[in-house]
């Protein structure tokens, strides 16, 4: 690869791209499309081509709003400061940076919550809530003295919106199999972070 084909490769980059075609719109109208788009991500209606159609193409309008979805992701899903997101801008004009930062910062938790929500619908059984109880199992119909406490697990799912109850009894052994297991998922969570 060239060295110019290289800085067209690097011009081309989606925050490039954000920052060129978002330049084209006038600093008083860029905040209602910055919070326009940022219902969108938040699950309300995105703002419609047809009302920017003599600012940009239709593939304009396209790159724009893949630009802009990367650019709130990423600023909200590291929690980057302002200057890391002057950094995301690059060269855009302080008037449009100005307008991007705004929005992020009147807006960020809304999108954060929009972010959770999304990566938690990857998985279409969730849960809701769970309860659990100790019993002691005095004896069996085998055995006349058993002794053995036992755990009651009573867990609340929501599977593709519809709510069911599962209920499991376990032994002391089948109890510490599941910890385990949980503790093990806490720590590729925890290296994931």
């Not at 709130?72 to 302002?82: E, I, N, P």
Request: charged residues 25%; contains cysteine.
């Amino acid at each position: 690869m060239t060295s110019a084909s290289a800085d067209t490769a690097e011009e081309s980059g989606p925050e490039n791209i954000m920052i060129k075609l978002l330049g084209k719109l006038s600093p008083t109208e860029c905040p209602k499309l910055l919070h326009r788009f940022v219902d969108g991500l938040c699950g309300r209606s995105y703002p419609r081509r047809v009302e920017y159609s003599e600012v940009w193409s239709l593939i304009e309008w396209g790159e724009l709003m893949n630009s802009l979805a990367q650019l709130f992701r990423v600023a909200v899903g590291r929690m980057s400061s302002d200057q890391e997101v002057q950094e995301l801008l690059g060269d855009l004009d302080s008037a449009h940076a100005d307008a991007i930062l705004q929005s992020l910062h009147a807006r960020r938790e809304e999108i954060r919550h929009a972010l959770v929500d999304r990566t938690n619908g990857i998985s279409s059984t969730q849960l809701q809530d769970f309860n659990w109880q100790i019993k002691l199992a005095l004896s069996s119909d085998k055995l006349s003295s058993l002794n053995t406490p036992l755990l009651n697990l009573s867990l609340d799912l929501k599977e593709n919106g519809i709510q069911r109850a599962v209920n499991i009894e376990m032994n002391k052994e089948e109890l510490h199999t599941l910890i385990s297991a949980l503790e093990a998922a806490n720590k590729v969570v925890l290296q994931l972070k």
